[in-house]
């Protein structure tokens, strides 16, 4: 577990650096394909081991892994778009203030995103046993929901930080900004998030649907990058 542990956080410092060395391009479409390749382990594990518990991630019941393969599908023509994009001048702004705000506003509001909606997805234990699947299942999606929304505006929010550099480094903010989100594993939520609700431990109820839109919030983040990467302040950037 520790060395798990270990490893997590050195890939995400490796990212961190990447970013902040100007490789934005091809980090970007490191972190996209690490979304592609969860889609379809997903997707082969709805296939092969439906009511089994020969794997370490026992699926239960009988459920399609046609969304996976579709969000798969997207991730896959989203990274041929961002390595096929040619670069486009962006608007330079001065640093100020202001973009800090913005960054500080959309960390918060990602954090928000992801916790706030917990309370949805994990009830207690008085509660499983009092409610009804349909409706529990109706609990989880509007947690979902709730977890895209806010992290789409939190993005959004990060994007405007990007736009800050000085003169002497025109982009300053637009690699901080990623390699800080490396760096707190947010280009890994999704996928936590739809381990989680695809398979629980505590009880036999599974929402691999609800979980496969969960896995695209990998949609608005890959645009976020996509944008960051095909945008320059200067000729030396990446």
């Known amino acids: 577990m520790i060395i798990r542990v270990l490893l997590a956080a050195f890939s995400s410092l490796v990212?961190?650096?990447?970013y902040l060395?100007?490789?934005t391009r091809l980090m970007s479409g490191l972190l996209i394909g690490f979304g592609l390749l969860?889609?379809?382990?997903?997707?082969?594990?709805?296939?092969?081991?439906?009511?089994?518990?020969a794997s370490g991630f026992p699926?239960?019941?009988?459920?399609?892994?046609?969304?996976?393969f579709l969000l798969a599908l997207v991730l896959l023509l989203m990274i041929i778009w961002l390595f096929l994009a040619r670069p486009k001048p962006a608007k330079q702004e001065?640093?100020?203030?202001?973009?800090?705000?913005?960054?500080?506003?959309?960390?918060?509001?990602?954090?928000?995103?992801l916790f706030l909606p917990a309370f949805l997805w994990f009830p207690s234990a008085e509660k499983l046993l009092s409610i009804q699947t349909i409706q529990l299942e109706r609990e989880v999606l509007a947690g979902?929901?709730?977890y895209?929304?806010?992290?789409?505006?939190?993005?959004?929010?990060?994007?405007l930080s990007t736009k800050g550099g000085t003169p002497y480094n025109p982009d300053l903010m637009r690699r901080l900004v990623p390699?800080?989100?490396?760096?707190?594993?947010?280009?890994?939520?999704?996928a936590l998030l739809a381990y989680l609700l695809i398979y629980s431990p505590e009880t036999p109820v599974v929402f691999p649907r609800i979980a496969a839109l969960a896995l695209a919030g990998y949609i608005p983040f890959t645009l976020f990058l996509v944008k960051i990467s095909v945008s320059f302040r200067n000729q030396q950037s990446s």
Do not use: R, W
């Open 179 to 190: 390699a800080l989100m490396a760096l707190l594993h947010f280009d890994k939520m999704p």
């Open 15 to 18: 990212g961190g650096f990447c």
């Open 144 to 146: 979902v929901c709730l």
């Open 38 to 53: 969860t889609s379809l382990f997903f997707a082969v594990l709805l296939i092969v081991t439906p009511n089994s518990d």
């Open 94 to 113: 001065a640093l100020s203030s202001v973009h800090f705000k913005y960054l500080a506003a959309g960390l918060l509001a990602y954090l928000s995103a």
């Open 59 to 68: 699926v239960y019941g009988s459920n399609s892994p046609l969304p996976f």
């Open 21 to 23: 060395a100007g490789l």
């Open 148 to 159: 895209l929304a806010g992290s789409s505006g939190a993005l959004f929010l990060l994007f």
